[in-house]
């Protein structure tokens, strides 16, 4: 009888080890049909990412009072606030108001980054 049980074990075993590979064999041939979908068309950019957008007075103190883009207005933002050290040292997604932008961020003295997209916005037409 001893042997019997240990035969079922090891069927059972084998068993396991069969479906497991049906298993992985499948995963990969997903894996193929992903990496054929990235491979097609190119990605083309929204239209109205491109649109040049006025920045009101307070914002226009900061990155220009020329109309021009919203990524191009992140840009600038984010390269006056790395020229003065506006960014948090400890806590890295925080941005320290200084005068000039705290109108921009409705005079709050610290603001997450998510956070300031969402003023910036405000301040754009």
């Known amino acids: 009888m ?4 240990g035969g079922k074990k090891a069927a059972k075993k084998g068993g396991a080890k069969k479906g497991g590979a049906k298993k992985s064999a499948a995963k990969k041939g997903g894996a193929k ?3 054929k979908k990235k491979g097609g068309a190119k990605r083309v950019p929204n239209p109205a990412f491109m649109r040049p957008m006025q920045p ?3 914002l226009s103190a900061v990155v220009g009072a020329n109309p021009m883009p ?11 606030i790395k020229r003065n050290g506006l ?5 890295r997604r925080m941005i320290n108001a200084d005068d000039k932008l ?10 997450s980054m998510f ?3 969402k003023l910036v916005n405000k301040h754009i037409k």
Not at 2 to 5: D, E, M
Not at 70 to 80: A, D, F, M, Q, V
Not at 102 to 111: A, E, I, L, Q, T
């Open 56 to 58: 009101d007075p307070a």
């Open 33 to 35: 049909k992903a990496a």
């Open 115 to 117: 956070e300031m997209t």
């Open 2 to 5: 001893a042997a019997k049980k």
């Open 102 to 111: 705290k109108p921009v961020f409705g005079g709050k003295g610290k603001v």
């Open 87 to 91: 960014q948090d040292q400890k806590e």
């Open 70 to 80: 919203r990524t191009e207005i992140t840009k600038k933002l984010w390269g006056y």
